[in-house]
T-cell receptor, first 111, second 115 residues
């Protein structure tokens, strides 16, 4: 079992839709969670960083962590075609020196 | 541009050849990471440096792979006797070590194709 699991998609939504992207993790030691956005042929770009259970909001993006069920989510409101990318969830393993990634979910927002 | 810089962006090589990639991290960052990403997968950890010391290597990093970070600045990743299975995007990231608040910043990667 991979430590961080993600549905690879692809997920296709119309412009303006609310998007929900999800990850599960297996390691109870994970406490810090990140969402990265990766455009085609580019490196991952840090989007959101969360620690505790609950919600964290940044503009159109909301990250949610539920440690009791080991479930993390990213919500995108009013999705735009420019949001079309692969979204990777990640967490630290082993003393904050190794970021473990999920496989990524490919999102396409069509006009 | 003060981000992480990687060179070359693309490399095509024949099986059995040696290749070397370079990474220039963000200048004040003391940690430097190498990851590998194949199509449809997330980045996989290969190795990381704190300053010039290589502190951890993944089991994915066979004897044909070597990484260096002389003087704690730029880093190189060399693959000897390349194999077709080495074809992937090689990503470099840098960070300022600060425990749980550490944030990794990635370069655009080097896409390696082994023919």
């Amino acid at each position: 079992q991979k430590e961080v699991e993600q549905d690879p998609g692809p997920l296709s939504v119309p412009e303006g839709a609310i998007v929900s992207l999800n990850c599960t993790y297996s390691n109870s030691a994970f406490q810090y969670f990140m969402w990265y956005r990766q455009y085609s042929r580019k490196g991952p770009e840090l989007l959101m960083y969360t620690y505790s259970s609950g919600n964290k909001e940044d503009g159109r993006f909301t990250a949610q962590v539920d440690k009791s069920s080991k479930y993390i989510s990213l919500f995108i409101r009013d999705s735009q075609p420019s949001d079309s990318a692969t979204y990777l969830c990640a967490s630290f393993s082993g003393g904050y020196n190794k970021l473990i990634f999920g496989a990524g979910t490919r999102l396409a927002v069509h006009p | 541009d003060t981000g992480v810089s990687q060179d070359p962006r693309h490399k095509i090589t024949k099986r059995g050849q040696n290749v070397t990639f370079r990474c220039d991290p963000i200048s004040e960052h003391n940690r430097l990471y190498w990851y590998r990403q194949t199509l449809g997968q997330g980045p996989e950890f290969l190795t990381y440096f704190q300053n010039e010391a290589q502190l951890e290597k993944s089991r994915l990093l066979s004897d044909r792979f070597s990484a260096e970070r002389p003087k704690g600045s730029f880093s190189t990743l060399e693959i000897q006797r390349t194999e077709q299975g080495d074809s992937a995007m090689y990503l470099c990231a840098s960070s300022l070590s600060q425990g749980p608040n550490e944030k990794l910043f990635f370069g655009s990667g080097t896409q390696l194709s082994v023919l």
